[in-house]
Each structure stands twice: as structure tokens, then as C-alpha cells.
């Protein structure tokens, strides 16, 4: 196998499930950071490799790919050990149901790009815009407390494609201060999953460019 790229930004929740699946598969990869604050993702230079001008984007097997579920299921069916869904079909669209609660309802409410709009074309305040912010998390994460396991992960025994969902939005949580006492199963999942080397590995804090 060629040279496996990462374009990543250290802050991304999107690019943070990409190295997570990454790490969890043994895959070794370089990173190449896009600054977003700086936005790098804009450039020409960029958009002429991913007109989509988002990150994640990985390179990988002579292609590139783009949007970080379509990424993660393609490592998933290409180096199938770990896997990240399970076997059983109903099971399988559980654990996307639970990994789409993040990925389609949470993080793009909150993403960099709303929320610079909400700030700029809106001509929202840092209050309203936070207000915005924690009010999408704690819908979202009520949901998700409800479906947890009282013990384990949602992968029960191995982490699964929601827990590497969960874990980049926990992130993003804490770092905009969002009061998390109401969802302590949530918390105790993602304290689990970032005891664990390959998710510690991928943290913001450890890949800051």
C-alpha cells in the first residue's frame, strides 16, 4: 500500500473520528494539516484536490477520500480487524442510528462554519452564538444518554462506530463548557474510550499542529 495521507485540522471532530479509525486499525499515515481558523481549506491549492474544500480528506489506495463516515466505512470493509459495526443487520443500523445522531444532528449545527455565520452574517453576539452552541449539544447528547448502556461502551466490549463518534463531540463539549452533569453515561463512555491508547493517540491536544 502507498503513502496513506490524513488532511487534517488538530481541532476537527470530523478528522478526529478519521484518526481514531485510523489508530484502531493499525494503519500508519502522515498528516497533512489545513488550517481552517487560517482557512487554508478555501485555498485554490486545496480545492483543487478536494473541491468539497472540508476536512478530513484521506489518501489512500491511489484515491482520495472525502467525508469522514464514507472515510471510516471504507476502512472498516477494507482491513475489516477490529470491526466497527457489527455482523447482525439490525445491529448495524443501530450503530449508524447512534454514530448519525452526531455526525448529522449535532456536530453541523455547530460546526466552524455556522457558527463564523452565525457571528458574521447573523451579526450574532459570542452569548447568542454559545447559547446556539449548547443548546444543540444537550439536545442531541439527552438522545444519546437515553440509548447508552448502563455499563460498557456502546460497542459493549470494543469500540464501535458511535463510540468514535461520541468522543470527538465530548470533546468539542467541553472545550465550549457545556454542562455535561445530566448525561453521566455519556461521560463515563467517553472517559473509557480516552483511556485507550488508540483514541488518546488522536486527541486534539496530542496532534496540535
Not at 476536512?55 to 477494507?78: F, H, K, N, W
Amino acid at each position: 500500500m502507498s503513502e496513506v495521507v490524513l488532511y487534517d485540522y488538530w481541532r476537527s471532530s470530523a478528522a478526529y473520528r478519521v484518526r481514531i479509525a485510523l489508530n484502531l486499525k493499525g494503519i500508519g499515515y502522515r498528516r497533512e494539516a489545513i488550517d481552517l481558523v487560517e482557512g487554508k481549506q478555501r485555498s485554490a491549492d486545496y480545492r483543487r484536490l478536494n473541491p468539497q474544500g472540508l476536512v478530513p480528506a484521506l489518501a489512500i489506495d491511489g484515491a482520495l477520500l472525502t467525508q469522514s463516515m464514507a472515510i471510516v466505512e471504507y476502512l472498516d470493509e477494507r482491513f475489516p480487524d477490529p470491526a466497527l459495526l457489527p455482523t447482525d443487520l439490525l445491529e448495524r443500523s443501530r450503530v449508524r442510528a447512534l454514530a448519525l445522531s452526531v455526525v448529522a444532528d449535532i456536530h453541523p449545527l455547530n460546526n466552524l462554519r455556522v457558527l463564523n455565520w452565525l457571528r458574521g452574517e447573523l451579526c450574532q453576539g459570542e452569548e447568542a452564538v454559545m447559547q446556539w452552541y449548547h443548546h444543540w449539544i444537550a439536545e442531541g447528547f439527552a438522545a444519546l444518554e437515553a440509548e447508552a448502556p448502563e455499563a460498557g461502551l456502546f460497542g459493549e466490549d470494543r469500540p464501535n462506530l458511535a463510540d468514535l463518534c461520541l468522543v470527538p463531540q465530548m470533546a468539542n463539549a467541553r472545550r465550549f463548557e457545556v454542562p455535561l452533569g445530566a448525561f453521566p453515561r455519556l461521560v463515563r463512555i467517553d472517559a473509557a474510550l480516552r483511556a485507550l491508547p488508540a483514541f488518546a493517540a488522536a486527541a486534539p491536544e496530542a496532534v496540535k499542529n
